[in-house]
């Protein structure tokens, strides 16, 4: 019976793809299972690759229609036989020893439902990713890959992935897991080293020019999917979000449609205020 599973969904990522299962199948901890999800890939170079990695040892490939990334990791947790889970993108890799490392923690610490690496960017950006851990700030912004190791069972028991959410799915997996904690502020352990590479692609002007109104509805979804979490620290959201909001005033000028989100913020925080100790239904009408 392995240890961990690694679970990759792949969408016409063939590119890549080799490097990132490479990375999985030559872990220090030798019970690793690598579970690869074709997300009904149409590109040849990559049918050719998932035919490559089913080839390797310990590496089993699963196949689905285009149903995106999330039912994508869905099916790998159903397939899953470890006891402990991390997800990898088929375009990132993982160093050498992160699974050792993090299931060390995860069977010492039975409160930890979190071990996350250093994350470091490469590709078109470079350098560190993401802030230190904190509750308040994973619920205003997607700050941790989803590239992090958890409980198998706890992830089936917090729903596994929102298969609706087309962005900010990561973040909200992740408050859903946290919130089965004793504490969820604790409920994250972060090693010290870089652990998880993540690739950055170059941006296009279309693939930015997504409405912010959209943005926010899925903003404000992730936060209607964990209102008892955000009932618990509401004041440390505030905190956050107040500070977001100076920087967001200082690019109004530069940026005009950054007003209306700004504007849809402060209603956000000022109903979520309004609503401290009253329950989670109080949070319902300001989140749409």
Known sequence: MPQISIITPVYNS???LMESIQSSVRQS??????????????????LKRLQQVARLGRVDVIHQPHLGVSAGRNLALAHARAKYVLPVDSDDYIAPDYCEQAVRVLESRPEVMIVKGGTEMFGSEVGPFGPPFSIGRLMAQSIMPVGAVFR????LAAGGFDESLARYEDQDFFLRLLALAPNPAHGVHELNESMYYYRKHPISVTSTARGDGIDLELRAKVLRNNLEI????????????DQQEVLLKHFKYRYGHIEDCISRLGSIAKGITRGLGRGPSCYERWLG
């Open 152 to 155: 198998r069972e706890q992830a």
């Open 29 to 46: 901890l030798q019970d690793v299972e690598v579970i690869v999800v074709d997300d009904g890939s149409t590109h040849s170079l990559t």
């Open 230 to 241: 955000l009932d618990r620290f509401a004041p440390e959201y505030l905190e956050f979000m």
């Open 14 to 16: 063939g590119e890549f």
